[in-house]
Nanobody, 117 residues
Framework: QVQLVESGGGLVQPGGSLRLSCVVS????????MGWYRQAPGKQRDLVAN???????NYADSVKGRFTISRDDPKNTVYLQMNSLKPEDTAVYYC???????????WGQGTQVTVSS
C-alpha cells in the first residue's frame, strides 16, 4: 500500500519561506516521479512543480525562481522549498507520486500553507 505523508505547512508572512516534505512508503521511490500540487478555496488543483525519477524538474510559471523541488531517494522524500512567499500562494499543498512502472498515481492528505501578515 502506497502512502504519502506531507509535513511543513503553516502560517508565514509575505516574503517568508517554508519547506514542505513528503515521505513515501510502499513503492520504489527511486523509480517514481513526484510532484507538488496546490488547491486554493473554490479553485481547481494545479501543478506547482514536479520532478522525474531522473531528477528533471518542471515548474508552474507562477513559482519559477521562488520554489525549488528536490528529492532524496535514500530517504524516500521529496521537498518543496518555497521562498519569497506571496498571499496568492495560500492553498492546501498536495504531494503526488506516479511510479514509472505503474499507471497509478497516489496523493497525500495535503498540508495547509497560509501566507498572511
Amino acid at each position: 500500500q502506497v502512502q504519502l505523508v506531507e509535513s511543513g505547512g503553516g502560517l508565514v508572512q509575505p516574503g517568508g519561506s517554508l519547506r514542505l516534505s513528503c515521505v513515501v512508503s510502499g513503492s520504489i521511490f527511486s523509480l517514481t516521479a513526484m510532484g507538488w500540487y496546490r488547491q486554493a478555496p473554490g479553485k481547481q488543483r494545479d501543478l506547482v512543480a514536479n520532478i522525474t525519477s531522473g531528477g528533471h524538474t518542471n515548474y508552474a510559471d507562477s513559482v519559477k525562481g521562488r520554489f525549488t523541488i528536490s528529492r532524496d531517494d535514500p530517504k524516500n522524500t521529496v521537498y518543496l522549498q518555497m521562498n519569497s512567499l506571496k498571499p496568492e500562494d495560500t492553498a492546501v499543498y498536495y504531494c503526488n507520486s506516479r511510479p514509472d512502472y505503474s499507471r497509478k498515481e497516489y496523493w497525500g492528505q495535503g498540508t495547509q500553507v497560509t501566507v498572511s501578515s
